[in-house]
């Protein structure tokens, strides 16, 4: 996979985003949960790279990516995907955010309707005053450690997300929390931002076709699979058997394959 994937930074009103894709066709922009870089989409990039130009975007703050001083907000990230889009010449993208991407993805087709011509949401929360209320009061922090001189922060690090990953992958969990690492003294504000964002207001807004989908062991966004179908006219839904937060790295094939099969049914459609 090495030699066809292409790394790439793109200079946007925020700063430089990095970038990497793989093959050519129709594009789709792939957006990564917290606190995550494109590494989430390592193993799906050649699959969906076989029939379009796949772009995984490591989100303003993250990564590889400028990290903004301005506060961090699904609008900000939404319009660093925009811009990404400009600098590298793409008019009209399909969108997959997965989590924090999915809330990330959801703004992008609010705010421009006229570009998105598919839209994936993966374990996307539904963000409205109930959950904002609730995490507000109830939820700990999932990603935010203080740093030890023992080095005993990054094993609560590999605590806080052991739950939601599969214990027969380690590899899976060492790759967030490499990520994590990158970003350790904001590494809990992608969070905060997708609990303040209204989606409420915005969900209306989309009108690209949509796959809503969820790993069927998710038991964080699985809930929310009904709710964010029914704020999109026409959506569709899945459930992936078999995995549950880390839907995209755990069962990359399964995952690409569902994506695959809806934006192949776009095209059909149109054409």
């Given amino acids: 996979m090495s030699s066809l994937v292409r790394h790439g930074f793109a200079d946007t009103r925020h700063g430089q985003v990095h970038y990497v894709e793989h093959g050519t ?44 001083a301005d506060p961090w907000t699904i609008e900000l990230f939404a319009a660093g995907v925009l811009d990404l889009c400009d600098a590298v010449g793409l008019d009209r993208v399909s969108v997959v955010g997965h989590h924090t991407g999915g809330v990330i993805a959801v703004e992008v087709a609010a705010a421009a309707p006229e570009r998105v011509h598919g839209l994936v949401l993966s374990a996307t929360p539904f963000v409205d005053a109930a959950r904002r209320h609730r995490v507000a009061t109830s939820r700990p922090p999932i990603d935010h450690v203080v740093p030890a001189a023992d080095g005993s922060h990054l094993g609560q690090l590999w605590a806080n997300r052991a739950g939601f990953y599969p214990p027969d992958r380690p590899d899976l969990l060492d790759r967030l929390v490499r990520d994590a690492l990158a970003v350790l003294d904001r590494a809990e504000e992608g969070h905060v931002a997708v609990n303040r964002y209204r989606m409420e207001d915005r969900i209306g807004l989309v009108r690209a076709p949509t796959l809503a989908i969820c790993g069927e062991l998710d038991t964080f966004s699985l809930p929310d699979l009904p709710r964010i179908a029914a704020a999109i006219p026409g959506a569709r839904t899945a459930v992936l058997p078999g995995t549950g937060v880390p839907a995209v790295d755990h069962r990359p094939e399964q995952f690409a394959a569902v994506v695959g099969e809806f934006l192949a049914s776009l095209q059909l459609t149109e054409g």
């Fill in 25 to 68: 066709g129709d594009p789709v922009v792939l957006l990564h949960q917290t606190p995550r870089s494109w590494d989430e989409y390592r193993d799906v990039l050649p699959l969906l790279g076989a029939n379009h130009r796949a772009i995984a975007m490591d989100t303003l703050g993250f990564g590889a990516s400028a990290r903004p």
